[in-house]
Nanobody, 121 residues
Framework: VQLQASGGGLVQAGGSLRLSCAAS????????MGWFRQAPGKEREFVAG???????NYASSVKGRFTISRDNGKNTVYLQMNSLKPEDTAVYYC????????????????WGQGTLVTVSS
């Protein structure tokens, strides 16, 4: 499984960005796609996840501001980020696992390369 993330960049506080992650290779059925982020000096943390039936879960810090969605025909997951804050600055990673929505990075065997999001104050 290969994952290619894109869409990061520099944005002012209050602005918006949309991240994309395209998956390819031998994807298993009913897979879950998730977004994580890692700020300098901090551990990687869960942001949002979506299963094959569009069930979702979000970290409390982004709920109401971020929206995860997926296009199964394109094997692509999106993360729409609105009302961005400086504390959202991080490298954002997409990841894939089977079936069950989960929030632990250790539960995701496949990872993309990351895309940097910088929010200026």
């Amino acid at each position: 499984v290969q994952l290619q993330a894109s869409g990061g960049g520099l944005v002012q506080a209050g602005g918006s960005l949309r991240l994309s992650c395209a998956a390819s290779g031998r994807l298993f059925s009913n897979y879950v796609m998730g977004w994580f982020r890692q700020a300098p000096g901090k551990e990687r943390e869960f942001v949002a996840g979506i299963n094959d039936r569009d069930g979702t879960n979000y970290a409390s810090s982004v709920k109401g501001r971020f929206t995860i969605s997926r296009d199964n025909g394109k094997n692509t997951v999106y993360l729409q980020m609105n009302s961005l804050k400086p504390e959202d600055t991080a490298v954002y990673y997409c990841a894939v696992r089977g079936t069950v929505l989960g929030t632990s990075p250790s539960g995701y065997p496949y990872w993309g390369q990351g895309t940097l999001v910088t929010v200026s104050s």
